[in-house]
Each structure stands twice: as structure tokens, then as C-alpha cells.
């Protein structure tokens, strides 16, 4: 049996997901790390914005990093046609039409309160939701007995 025909030895490529919401400081900062960090690698993470800020908020980079996760040099990307079309799953965050459609794409608008100009206390339930939510798609993207808590 060859490489190719072995099951053993087939390799799947890894998911990809993109988080998208306008500034790129805050909600999609936090979901991308989460993500990258509870799938311990085994997703690939993106996350861009409409009309990303110069910095990321630091109050999600304090909520972050009582979660064990520094996000402090983290940069804000603009969003691309490119990411949007090497990602499996797009999720926005409140970027409204801005973000581009490609068929054959899964896309998930996640409501969740834009922490911007709130301090540490008003990020903390929306960092704490959105954890939720990546636990959830991490138990969606990965083949069963592989899930990270």
C-alpha cells in the first residue's frame, strides 16, 4: 500500500478560520488567540479587519493575559480578499457588508458587545463568551477524540 492509500499515513489539511470585525482590536484579537491556543495549533487562525485600529485594545490584551494568553504585540490587519479566500470558516463580528462572499465558504455572524472604550470589567464577559463560542467551533472543526478543554 502506498503513502497516498494508507490511512494511517493521510494527512487532512488543517481547518482554517478568520475572524473578522472592524478595528481588529478586541473581538477578533480575542477569538483568534483563544483559538490558536485551545486547538494547541491544529487550526489555522486569521483575523483582519474592515478598518483596523493602529493598536489592539489593551483592554482585551489585560483580559487576555489573565486568561494566560498575551496578545500585547499583536497588530490590527486590514481585511483582505485573500484571507477571506484561504479560509474554510469566516466568522464576523459586527463588520457588517464588509466583508467579502465566496461560495463554498462557511460564514457565522457572532453577536457579541464591541468592547471598545470599555475597561477591564466590561471586556471581561464578552472575552468570556467568546472562549465559549471557540470551545464550540474547536469541537466542530476537529475530528472527535482530538477536542482540546
Known amino acids: 500500500m502506498t503513502a497516498e492509500t494508507t490511512p494511517e499515513t493521510a494527512t487532512t489539511p488543517k481547518p482554517s478560520v478568520l475572524f473578522v470585525c ?4 478586541g473581538r477578533s484579537q480575542m477569538a483568534a488567540a483563544y483559538l ?10 486569521r483575523s ?23 496578545i500585547s504585540a499583536n497588530q490590527p ?26 461560495p463554498g465558504k462557511r460564514y457565522e455572524d457572532w453577536k457579541l458587545e464591541d468592547p471598545a472604550g470599555q ?5 471581561r464577559p464578552i472575552r468570556d463568551e467568546i472562549k465559549t463560542r471557540i470551545q464550540q ?5 476537529l ?6 478543554n
Do not use: W
Request: net charge negative.
Open 22 to 25: 472592524v478595528h481588529n482590536a
Open 36 to 45: 490558536q491556543h485551545l486547538s494547541d495549533g491544529r487550526i489555522e487562525v
Open 48 to 70: 483582519a479587519g474592515s478598518a483596523p485600529a493602529e493598536t489592539v485594545n489593551p483592554a482585551a490584551v489585560q483580559a487576555m493575559a489573565e486568561e494566560g494568553i498575551d
Open 77 to 102: 490587519k486590514v481585511l483582505t480578499d485573500e484571507a477571506v479566500q484561504d479560509s474554510d470558516v469566516v466568522i464576523t463580528m459586527g463588520c457588517g457588508d464588509a466583508c467579502p462572499f465566496y
Open 119 to 123: 475597561g477591564i470589567e466590561g471586556v
Open 137 to 141: 467551533l474547536i469541537t466542530e472543526l
Open 143 to 148: 475530528p472527535a477524540g482530538t477536542s482540546t
